[in-house]
């Protein structure tokens, strides 16, 4: 499984972004069980931006919500995140994960920059 990110950039703070997250390889939609986004700011750990389950269940880190939105397009195993209302501390290297049906191993993407300037 391949996880490829786009949607990075530079924004001013209180702008939007949109990322997103498609999946290739040996996966149809029906076999993943989640899909979502972490992020990694400078010298801090990884943390969980929001996931969404194969049952339209989502998480949201507190800091993001009502901010961040996820959103899936099963048909071309893609999972979106629309930032709004950006600001500094959302600033990082943000990490698309996909979890298949059954399995607990976890495939992550390679990363997107999103840098909020103020």
């Known amino acids: 499984v391949q996880l490829q990110a786009s949607g990075g950039g530079l924004v001013q703070a209180g702008g939007s972004l949109k990322l997103s997250c498609s999946a290739s390889?040996?996966?149809?939609?029906?076999?993943?069980?989640?899909m979502g986004w972490y992020r990694q700011a400078p010298g801090k750990q990884r943390e969980l931006v929001a996931t969404?389950?194969?049952?339209?269940?989502?998480n949201y880190a507190d800091s993001v919500k009502g901010r961040f939105t996820i959103s899936r397009d099963n048909a071309k195993n893609t999972v979106y995140l629309q930032m709004h209302a950006l600001n500094a501390e959302d600033t990082a290297v943000y990490y698309c994960?996909?979890?298949?049906?059954?399995?607990?191993?976890?495939?992550w993407g390679q990363g997107t920059q999103v840098t909020v300037s103020s």
């Open positions: 969404l389950t194969s049952g339209s269940v989502t």
């Open positions: 994960i996909l979890r298949r049906t059954g399995r607990s191993y976890i495939h």
């Open positions: 390889g040996s996966i149809s939609s029906t076999s993943i069980n989640v």
